[in-house]
């Protein structure tokens, strides 16, 4: 899981990800809630075009309340729509993220990394980290 806040932050994501020799999942969730900015335009800024020549990604996960922008950039990028898959019950994606083989890289932004956390922490029958 890698914290995205920014273009600078998440294109430096993208650069590792796009250095891995092995076939991955990849997930992308995006909100635009008070701790993470109402202004999600820097999405525009992020090279995902980079992403779309990437023949290592299997599929490309969504989440969010704005993950319907995030769908959008990735078609302008190039990414094939058959890649993405889009849910926003953090139930339902979990359980799609959980089942995906090999490699899952996650870039949330800050309150869908909270959520993401907790349901992971609740499936795997464990206390927040912090506790």
Not at 24 to 32: G, H, P, R, Y
Not at 78 to 104: A, M
Not at 122 to 127: F, L
Request: charged share 25%; with cysteine; proline share 3%.
């Amino acid at each position: 899981m890698i914290l995205v806040k920014n273009p600078a932050g998440c294109n430096q994501a993208v650069t590792y990800l796009n250095q891995m020799t092995e076939p991955f999942t990849l997930a992308l969730l995006l909100n635009d809630r008070t701790a993470d900015g109402h202004d999600v335009s820097w999405i525009w800024d992020v090279d995902y075009e980079s992403l779309a020549g990437n023949d290592l990604i299997r599929r490309i996960l969504l989440s969010g309340d704005r993950a319907e922008d995030l769908q959008i950039r990735l078609k302008y990028a190039g990414v094939s729509k058959e890649k993405l898959y889009l849910s926003h019950d953090l139930q339902t994606f979990t359980t799609k993220l959980l089942s995906e083989e090999g490699p899952v890289f996650v870039l949330p932004n800050y309150t869908t990394m909270l959520l993401l956390r907790a349901e992971l922490a609740k499936r795997a029958g464990k206390d927040a980290y912090w506790n």
